[in-house]
């Protein structure tokens, strides 16, 4: 069985560089244990643990789908879908 131990939201790394910032994306992480007793840091795209070989897919959604209700719940602009009848007339 799969247990979820930590899920971390995609984020931007910002990094100083010579003349500015360089803007540096992290995606979405979900940290499991494994049935191989590892554990193992999975994102959207790679669902499979890098010690044994199972997949976690449906934890690793599972666990993605409810961070992104709970945002939509508390958050609805962000999720709102056509907008254009949306703001100041002209």
């Not at 910032?21 to 992290?26: A, C, D, L, P």
């Not at 939509?72 to 056509?82: K, L, S, T, Y």
């Amino acid at each position: 069985m799969t247990t979820v131990i930590e899920h971390t939201q995609g984020s931007y790394e910002v990094q100083d560089v010579q003349f500015g910032k360089v803007y540096k994306w992290r995606p979405e992480k979900v940290v499991v244990w494994c049935e191989c007793g590892e554990r193992a840091t999975l994102t959207g795209l790679k669902t499979t643990c890098g010690w044994c070989g199972a997949n976690h897919a449906a934890p690793v959604q599972e666990e993605l789908d409810a961070w992104q209700l709970e945002d939509e719940a508390a958050r609805p602009w962000r999720h709102a879908g056509d907008r254009e009848d949306v703001g100041i007339p002209y």
